[in-house]
Each structure stands twice: as structure tokens, then as C-alpha cells.
């Protein structure tokens, strides 16, 4: 998550895991669609937390990739 718009206009940067959601606030999410669409109907308990780490284990993936790709440019 990259922020917290609150209702009393307030503005949450990368909060943490501590920090509390309220009714009114307005979440800004970044990240791939599948991902995205996928929060949607993540559930609490085990098999929320093992579909976190699923997510994460993709997400670093891609990034090792990427950088992969951008080494192997520099070379070219």
C-alpha cells in the first residue's frame, strides 16, 4: 500500500502494519492488476496470510527479472 487518503483530508504515507483503517478512507494500491483484483476477495486467517506470501514471493520475482534484464542491457 502506498497510502491513506483519510475523510478529514489527512493524507497516510506507506503506513505500516500497526497502522488502522477507518470506514471513510480511501486506499492507494499499486501493484499488478491480478494482484489488485485479488485483494478484493482475500480472506482473513491462514489462507489470507499464505496468498500475502504467494503475492510477495511474485512481486520479488519480478523485480530479481527486471533487474536481471537491466544488467544484462547495460552489457549489450
Given amino acids: ?19 488502522r483503517i477507518h470506514a471513510e478512507d480511501r486506499l492507494v494500491l ?3 492488476e491480478q494482484t489488485m483484483n ?4 482475500r480472506r482473513r486467517g491462514i489462507s489470507g496470510d499464505q496468498a500475502h506470501d504467494r503475492a510477495v514471493g511474485e512481486t ?17
Avoid: F, W
Fill in 30 to 32: 499499486y501493484g499488478p
Fill in 60 to 76: 520479488q520475482q519480478r523485480r530479481e527479472a527486471e533487474q536481471r534484464r537491466d544488467e544484462q542491457s547495460s552489457y549489450d
Fill in 1 to 19: 500500500m502506498l497510502g491513506i487518503h483519510r475523510a478529514n483530508g489527512d493524507y497516510v504515507g506507506v503506513p505500516c502494519g500497526k497502522t
Fill in 38 to 41: 485479488e485483494l478484493d476477495v
